[in-house]
């Protein structure tokens, strides 16, 4: 009687093991998918922290013509103040 007991024992506690890992692949899974956003995120933070530097390096560099100047028609007049 005492061999099935430790059988039936022996499975719950094949259950419970599987149980536990199983909660510890699903976090693992949730943190690699945070991961992934985070990083995503860090890029596309990055990209427009170049783009921003680029456009401010464009402005600095060209120091007589007004940010707007560009795209100003030949035809339209830039207000006299502006600059």
């Known amino acids: 009687m005492s061999v099935l007991r430790q059988r039936g024992f022996s499975l719950i ?4 093991s599987l149980i536990v890992i199983c909660i510890g692949v699903l976090g693992m899974v949730a943190l690699q998918s ?25 402005m600095r560099s060209n120091p007589g013509g007004g940010p707007c100047r560009r795209f100003v028609q030949r035809h339209q007049q830039v207000p006299q103040g502006y600059r």
Do not use: C
């Open 13 to 16: 506690e094949v259950l419970v």
């Open 34 to 58: 945070r991961s992934l956003v985070q990083t995503q995120d860090s890029v596309l933070r990055n990209n427009a922290i170049m783009l921003a530097g680029d456009l401010i390096e464009m």
